[in-house]
């Protein structure tokens, strides 16, 4: 089993949905956590924090569930500008990152 | 302010050959990593440094590589020799962490073609 693991999809969604994506992780010591968005042949770059009480940020919300060990994100109102993919991120230890593979997005007019 | 610097952005080189990384991190960064990016293994953790010691290097694949922070502002990422898969796209990421996990900020990546 990988230490994170999310849907690679692809999700299809027309402009307006709401759309959601999950994560698992297996360490339960794990204890910080990020989303990052990917363009396609570009650098990633950091979307938001997870905190256990959430976290929102216009149209995304981020949620963390330790108790079942996944986080989750929440775009609402989807942009055609939101495709991309969408990483997952958790520190095992230190400052150790383990990357999801990533789910990607595609919003269509 | 400028981000991350990576150089070479595009490298092709023939299998056997040595081939040498570069990263230049944010200003006023405490940690930097070294990140590979394949389509098969996604976005893999290499080896991080804090105020330029290395801290992890237990991604690193084997020993033909090898990474170095001689200062707070530069880096390397050597392979030697190289093999077709090693091709991929590395990263290097720098964070200002004030303790905690903290936003990485990611170079543009160098793109690496081993024939």
């Known amino acids: 089993r990988k230490e994170v693991e999310q849907d690679p999809g692809p999700f299809n969604v027309p402009e307006g949905a709401t759309v959601a994506f999950n994560c698992t992780y297996s360490n339960s010591a794990s204890q910080s956590f990020f989303w990052y968005r990917q363009d396609c042949r570009k650098e990633p770059k950091l979307l938001m924090s997870?905190?256990?009480s959430g976290n929102e940020d216009g149209r995304f919300t981020a949620q963390l569930n330790r108790a079942s060990q996944y986080i989750s994100l929440l775009i609402r109102d989807s942009k055609l500008s939101d495709s991309a993919t969408y990483l997952c991120v958790v520190y095992t230890g230190g400052f150790k990152t383990i990357f999801g593979a990533g789910t990607r997005l595609f919003v269509k007019a | 302010d400028a981000g991350v610097i990576q150089s070479p952005r595009h490298e092709v080189t023939e299998m056997g050959q040595e081939v040498t990384l570069r990263c230049k991190p944010i200003s006023g960064h405490d940690y930097l990593f070294w990140y590979r990016q394949t389509m098969m293994r996604g976005l893999e953790l290499l080896i991080y440094f804090n105020n330029n010691v290395p801290i992890d290097d237990s991604g690193m694949p084997e020993d033909r590589f090898s990474a170095k922070m001689p200062n707070a502002s530069f880096s390397t990422l050597k392979i030697q020799p190289s093999e077709p898969r090693d091709s991929a796209v590395y990263f290097c990421?720098?964070?200002?962490?004030?303790?905690?996990?903290?936003?990485?900020?990611f170079g543009p990546g160098t793109r690496l073609t081993v024939l």
């Open positions: 990421a720098s964070s200002k962490t004030g303790g905690a996990p903290n936003e990485q900020f």
């Open positions: 997870v905190y256990s």
